[in-house]
């Protein structure tokens, strides 16, 4: 009995010991005596001492949104050696202790892009642990302190309107990639695949953003800019997307072509000469959507035919660029990686030689099924 | 001892009462002396079974022969049986030398009440009456089995209640038997005035935090563990019986459980099982989210909690403890209050105490809505043994949790079950789903 007990003592005793070690998550503080920064921009300065500017969009909390439905934020600016000190200046700009937990989005200003920077301001994001792996990055143009300022006229209080084009909870727009600051970084540490950012622009007049362009870019290299049109391939690519839509004008016939299906696969092919073939395979279904003129339903076999000669050209104009600037965002090189042994395998140097050479096979199968509903 | 010196020795036992009532009955050479407590018997069954017979009848010996075939008719065995039988309501008999014995007792609360405290919608509504016989009478009637036994004990030195155990001869789980007989003889109290305070004196430990005996007042529970193989413990003048062995899952299930079907009764269990952790945990979430780590809520609410607590003057966890305080009081106050009085005090404290809490900021709206979901969720839980445990659990958790974190919060809760782990409920392992019939099969082998 007395064994018992004492050994009951000494099981308290530990428990409070290991919980003493424990510091919880930080310090106990009152979450009103926190402010939580809801978008972090990272510029470019024009001091070349101190290179980097750090903003900081912070939310005001209100108790209840329904008294106050507009959205309301607060900004902070400081130039910096580097993103630590500015951050740590900036601390002292604030009565409360500043919170990254709720930071979604983290946007990188273009110029500080073409300056080659990237390893320094992964390895702040990477290292403080209250900046969430979950949150998306992206580019801003001009910069993303302007990015970071506006508040279109459509927004909500605490949920700015820039996280409704990433989150797929809003708008599902086939032109948008996402990319979290986890997945960045591993494609920018992987050899073989090549990181993609979307790229936010800003509408003056009308007072809104508009996310349809992208970055590729890698260590030591020009970062690439990907037209709307690159994008969606890139996205048709690697998302298996619910729509999207092609235009065709072609012989006299000019109409958009709804895709709601679409397969595509790719296959890597490397023979002894180490010659690499990319052999694409597209599946595309779908009706039409607009025309401008009259369009039959017996010629449906001839649309088709029209709807693959135009994703051909289209596809193969994409790669054809990717391999020119030697850039490689859907990650052949990673497919030929997995499914080699590594003592048969190309070096990373080597594989990016054999890149540039590849040639590209595409085969597009598209299936128009109806010309809309209109009869 | 003759019975005149037994007379003499009763006598003596009563002698500083007026209480003892002493007759005579005298007619025809027929004498006899009856003795009894007036407030005790039955006078009417007095007048019809003992007197009126005796005038009728021949001789004495004719109602000497018919005193022991009365169905009420009790052997002597010794003077303090005599004595303490005299105050159980029986009326003794002194005739030419001879003691009887005959139950005339009036019981008063031998009346079965509706259940009050388990209600249920379906099946019987009947509960235990105060009066023993009855309430064994109410599970023999439930329960039609020759092997169903029942043994008495008179415990508390001073008021000397009887305390019945029923189990099934041939179900029971005798280690649990033998564990609560042989604590029961080793029970040494003065008075024991209710079932439910075998509950600690039953249990060996001084510090205890969990029931390890089952109280209800429904037959229908008692019977359908006794059936499960457990022992049911009734004190007279009780309207609540004991069930030993428990487990922590026999105070989470309500009798209705069985009566549903399998999904309803799935839905509410998962509801209940809900609202304990519900309960158990959200007052410690509150501050564990709020304080240590706000990055767990979703940025809307994040900033709604923010906001809310503007012009709090408390720390987040003194906000808590400040309400669940007066949460705690006005629970305890619609306890002890008269019933007509009771529905004005959940007014006042609920709703215009928990509008002017937050009206003067005293604590946010949040807190207020947390409080009141801790306090509906505990209401679920359907025994209230358990409800008033997780009372106590919840204030503990939050301390750890004030200090060490949602880390802490965690560890306390493995703590909690650690603790649950270790404790037995007379011999049957706490936190076990209890099923001792399959027990029972696989061990006869090894037996």
Request: hydrophobic share 40%; aromatic share 10%.
């Amino acid at each position: 009995m007395l064994k018992k007990r004492n050994k009951i003592k000494q099981f308290f005793l530990l428990i409070i010991l290991i919980l003493t070690a424990l510091s919880g998550c930080g310090e106990f503080k009152d979450i009103d005596k926190d402010v939580f920064v809801s978008m972090i921009g990272i510029d470019l300065s024009d001091d070349p001492e101190k290179p980097y500017k750090v903003t900081l969009k912070l939310y005001v909390p209100t108790s209840s949104f329904k008294q106050s439905p507009k959205p309301e934020y607060t900004y902070l600016t400081k130039n910096g050696k580097t993103l630590t000190e500015a951050i740590r200046i900036l601390e002292t700009h604030s009565d409360k202790e500043i919170d990254f937990g709720h930071s979604k989005l983290i946007v990188i200003g273009e110029e500080l892009l073409n300056a080659n920077k990237s390893k320094e301001i992964m390895d702040f994001l990477l290292r403080r642990p209250d900046i969430q792996m979950i949150s998306w990055l992206a580019i801003g143009r001009p910069s993303a302190e302007e990015i970071i300022k506006m508040v279109p006229q459509s927004e909500t209080a605490a949920y700015p309107a820039l996280f409704n084009y990433f989150d797929h909870n809003g708008t599902d727009s086939p032109y948008i990639v996402t990319t979290y600051l986890f997945d960045f970084r591993r494609k920018m540490l992987e050899t073989g695949i090549d990181p993609i950012l979307p790229l936010i622009e800003i509408n003056k007049e009308e007072e809104h953003f508009e996310v349809n362009k992208s970055y590729v870019l890698a260590h030591d290299k020009k970062p690439h800019e990907l037209s709307s049109l690159d994008t969606l391939i890139f996205n048709m690519m690697t998302r298996n997307l619910d729509v999207a839509d092609l235009v065709i004008n072609e012989d006299n016939q000019h109409f958009i072509a709804k895709i709601d299906n679409i397969n595509s696969k790719y296959k890597v092919k490397v023979d002894a000469q180490h010659q690499v073939k990319l052999n694409i395979d597209i599946e595309l279904f779908g009706y039409i959507s607009e025309s401008k003129d009259t369009i039959s339903n017996q010629q449906l076999p001839q649309y088709s035919k029209m709807v693959e000669a135009e994703t051909r050209e289209k596809f193969s104009d994409f790669f054809i660029k990717m391999l020119n600037v030697g850039y490689d965002p859907i990650g052949f090189g990673l497919a030929y990686k997995s499914k080699t042994l590594h003592n048969k395998r190309m070096s990373p140097n080597e594989w990016n030689e054999a890149y540039k050479n590849s040639k590209v096979n595409i085969k597009v199968m598209a299936g128009i099924k109806s010309t809309g509903s209109i009869q | 001892m003759s019975s005149e010196e037994i007379l003499l020795w009763i006598k003596e036992q009563f002698k500083n009462t007026t209480e003892l009532t002493q007759k005579t009955l005298d007619y025809d050479n027929k004498h006899a002396l009856l003795f009894y407590v007036k407030s005790l018997i039955d006078q009417e069954s007095l007048q019809k079974l003992i007197i009126k017979p005796f005038f009728e009848m021949a001789n004495e010996n004719q109602f000497k022969a018919y005193l022991i075939a009365l169905p009420q008719f009790q052997k002597v065995e010794s003077k303090e049986q005599a004595v303490s039988e005299v105050t159980n309501g029986n009326t003794l008999i002194v005739i030419q030398h001879d003691l009887y014995l005959i139950d005339l007792q009036l019981a008063t609360n031998n009346q079965v009440s509706t259940t009050s405290v388990e209600t249920t919608i379906h099946g019987s509504n009947i509960a235990l009456s105060e009066n023993l016989m009855t309430n064994i009478n109410l599970i023999r009637t439930y329960y039609h089995q020759a092997s169903l036994s029942i043994e008495y004990f008179t415990k508390g030195e001073v008021n000397q209640q009887k305390i019945a155990i029923i189990y099934d001869k041939e179900l029971v789980n005798t280690k649990a038997l033998e564990i609560i007989k042989q604590k029961l003889q080793q029970l040494d109290q003065q008075v024991i005035s209710a079932s439910t305070e075998l509950n600690n004196y039953l249990n060996d430990k001084r510090f205890s935090l969990f029931p390890q005996m089952l109280m209800t007042e429904r037959p229908d529970r008692i019977v359908y563990n006794i059936a499960g193989g457990k022992i049911a413990l009734i004190l007279d003048g009780n309207a609540q019986a004991l069930i030993a062995p428990a487990v922590f899952f026999d105070f989470m299930t309500t009798m209705e459980d069985n009566y549903h079907t399998l999904f309803i009764s799935l839905f509410v269990r998962i509801l209940r099982y809900a609202g304990l952790f519900v309960s158990l945990l959200l007052p410690g979430l509150y501050v564990g989210i709020t304080s240590f780590a706000p990055e767990v809520f979703r940025t809307e609410l994040a900033l709604t909690v923010a906001g809310s607590r503007i012009g709090v003057p408390f720390s987040s966890f003194v906000e808590v403890l400040f309400m669940l305080f007066f949460m705690e009081l006005l629970l305890e106050a619609s306890i002890r209050l008269p019933k007509a009085v009771s529905a004005t005090a959940t007014t006042v404290g609920g709703l215009i105490l928990g509008s002017a809490v937050t009206e003067a900021a005293l604590a946010s709206n949040i807190m207020v809505i947390i409080v009141s979901a801790v306090a509906i969720s505990t209401f679920v839980i359907p025994v209230n043994e358990l409800a008033f445990t997780i009372r106590i659990v919840r204030l503990i958790l939050l301390l750890i949790t004030s200090v060490f974190g949602l880390a802490g919060l965690t560890l306390g809760l493995y703590g909690l079950i650690m603790y649950l782990v270790y404790l037995d409920s007379f011999g049957e392992p706490y936190l076990r789903l209890f099923n001792y019939q399959k027990a029972k099969k696989s061990s006869e082998g090894q037996a």
